[in-house]
């Protein structure tokens, strides 16, 4: 299956919020179910940025330390790539759009 790595906290919104946009500087031509990568990596000043944006959009976030990073934490499924110009909800302008639907959360397992 294919995957693709996403920061957090921008995976969480993914999986357990709104966020349905996913914003990348290249297309993707796949359609279907991807898994979510929660990047290991997310410094204290992106999550600030982050969390601001979200903010904006409606979305509380949860702390930095709670949330699940270098594991997938879900599945959801690519329904369209469109590059865009404008800004418009989760999209940034200047960005591909990848399009996401019915996100799904992968249980931990537990060791």
């Known amino acids: 299956m294919k995957a693709i790595s996403v920061r957090q906290p921008w995976a969480w919104g993914i999986i357990y919020s709104t966020k349905d946009v996913e914003n990348r500087g ?3 031509n796949y359609r279907g179910d991807i898994l ?13 940025i982050a969390s601001t944006f979200c903010q904006n959009m409606g979305v509380s976030i949860p702390e930095l330390k709670s949330l699940r990073r270098g594991q997938v934490i879900g599945i959801v499924t690519i329904v369209d790539c469109r590059f865009s110009q404008v800004a418009s909800g989760w999209g940034i302008s200047g960005q591909y759009h990848w399009h996401l639907e019915n996100p799904r959360e992968m ?3 537990q060791k």
Do not use: Q
């Not at 979510?36 to 600030?48: D, F, G, N, R, S």
């Open 107 to 109: 249980a931990v397992l």
């Open 36 to 48: 979510i990568h929660a990047a290991k990596k997310c410094t204290k000043k992106e999550y600030e």
């Open 26 to 28: 290249w297309p993707i």
